[in-house]
Nanobody, 122 residues
Framework: EVQLVESGGGLVQPGGSLRLSCAAS????????MSWVRQAPGKGLEWVSVINWNGGTTFYVESMKGRITISRTNANNTLYLQVNSLKSEDTAVYYC???????????????WGQGTLVNVSS
């Protein structure tokens, strides 16, 4: 059974930083691209970033470029998202998600974690 468990969210002041983690199990982690997706209160899902299976290729949503870094440690089956210079509009539940096709950046996301809440407030 695929399991994705996020952690690292919390209350942070504007301008602060957080590192989100996602522990993966139940599949061959190093064969699948992984993504982060967020949902702000009262809004729809917003794709944030994707990383390929070996960490060599990354893409980011334009609105957060320069402030975020996605990475992965395949030896530990863990995905990360470093978010710097946090703004109030970054307040959201952040989900990690697995791509559905092995070694293929295309296609849908087929598994999601439960999410971790990031609350940016003074």
């Amino acid at each position: 059974e695929v399991q994705l468990v996020e952690s690292g969210g919390g209350l942070v002041q504007p301008g602060g930083s957080l590192r989100l983690s996602c522990a993966a199990s139940g599949f061959t982690f190093d064969e699948y691209p992984m993504s982060w997706v967020r949902q702000a209160p009262g809004k729809g899902l917003e794709w944030v970033s994707v990383i390929n299976w070996n960490g060599g290729t990354t893409f980011y949503v334009e609105s957060m470029k320069g402030r975020i870094t996605i990475s992965r440690t395949n030896a530990n089956n863990t995905l990360y998202l470093q978010v710097n210079s946090l703004k109030s509009e970054d307040t959201a539940v952040y989900y990690c998600a697995k791509k559905g096709r092995s070694r293929n950046m295309g296609g849908p996301l087929d598994a999601w974690g439960q999410g971790t809440l990031v609350n940016v407030s003074s």
